[in-house]
């Protein structure tokens, strides 16, 4: 089985763009789906696996009828789920979605989470003793680390077995930060952000703040471009992805810089330019504070 597997398929209802990775038992995969209607569609598949489920963009509602229950997303979420089979019906509710997902084997999985963290561990007991299962009843939000470790797998420039090894890497980085992320979603309390609407408006805060990294609005045109007042438009974008707005803005300039710098030949004035800093010399002193090295050591180190 090849380690990479780029698909696209036309159908009635639109189009899907997809990429596969297999390696180590192991399946990972990114799709882009665009659709000319709202409607419902089944999936399904027989395999014992775990899988790891990232909703990257677009709204949908599934029911799930292994564990008998129905979510209604929104772009920005993850959780972790095991049954023995896989019957769903999706509806999507925009008419593109971006997802990403892995599927563990089951006998991989619980060797490497049966002695993990406490949640981890019910829940490879639950999956051991073969019920059905989600790691939270509350799906994470995706932050920027996770962000950046997703981006990293789908631009990822490796070839051979060094890209075996990178994808395999980013596999279990992935459902680590994705366990954590889920823990402390069940561990908060005194939610403010609980309405659907509310919570569609913080994910269109993201987004807003993704397309303007070089440019980014203030808090004042932020909340008046979503309709929250600042002090909800704060709490609730810090309760949902675990970042103030200012640090996740931070997070993404400098994460799309170290990818530019990767997969690019522009210099690090040219990127400090693009992304908004004021100066080189400051952009320089904010990537070493977050990576720990300069980006002259990445473009000299790859």
């Not at 008998?68 to 789920?81: A, E, P, Q, R, V």
């Not at 090894?165 to 005194?190: G, H, M, N, R």
């Amino acid at each position: 089985m090849e380690l990479e597997e780029k698909q696209q398929l036309t159908f009635p209802n639109g189009t899907r763009e997809s990429t596969l990775w297999n390696f180590e038992g192991i399946k990972m995969g990114h799709a882009v789906s665009k659709f000319n209607e709202f409607f419902s569609f089944p999936a399904s598949n027989t395999l014992d696996v775990v899988r790891l489920h990232f909703g990257m963009k677009g709204d949908y509602r599934f029911s799930y009828k292994q564990v008998g229950k129905s979510f209604d997303l929104i772009g920005g979420h993850h959780n972790m789920m095991y049954s023995q089979g896989f019957d769903i019906v999706i509806e999507n509710k925009t008419f593109e979605l971006e997802t990403f997902g892995i599927q563990f084997p089951k006998e991989l999985f619980i060797k490497y989470t049966e002695n993990a963290s406490d949640t981890l561990k019910r829940f490879a007991e639950a999956i051991i003793m073969g019920k059905s299962v989600l790691l939270s009843d509350q799906w994470g939000g995706i932050d920027s680390n996770l962000q950046q470790v997703l981006q990293q797998v789908i631009h990822c420039k490796y070839s051979g077995d060094l890209k075996r090894l990178f994808l395999f890497s980013k596999s279990i980085e992935l459902l680590v930060l994705s366990a954590d992320a889920c823990q402390s979603a069940d561990e908060k309390k005194d939610i403010l952000i609980k309405s659907k609407t509310d919570k569609e408006k913080i994910i269109a805060v993201r987004d807003l703040i993704n397309e303007r990294v070089s440019s980014p609005p203030n808090l004042t045109e932020i909340a008046k471009t979503v309709g929250l007042n600042e002090y909800k438009l704060k709490r609730g974008f810090k309760e949902t992805f675990n970042h103030t707005i200012f640090g996740y803005l931070t997070d993404q300039r400098l994460n799309l810089a170290h990818q530019y710098l990767r997969d690019s030949e522009k210099t690090a004035a040219e990127i400090s330019l693009e992304l908004g800093y004021s100066t080189p010399q400051h952009f320089n002193n904010a990537f070493k504070k977050k990576f720990g090295f300069t980006p002259f050591s990445v473009r000299n180190n790859p």
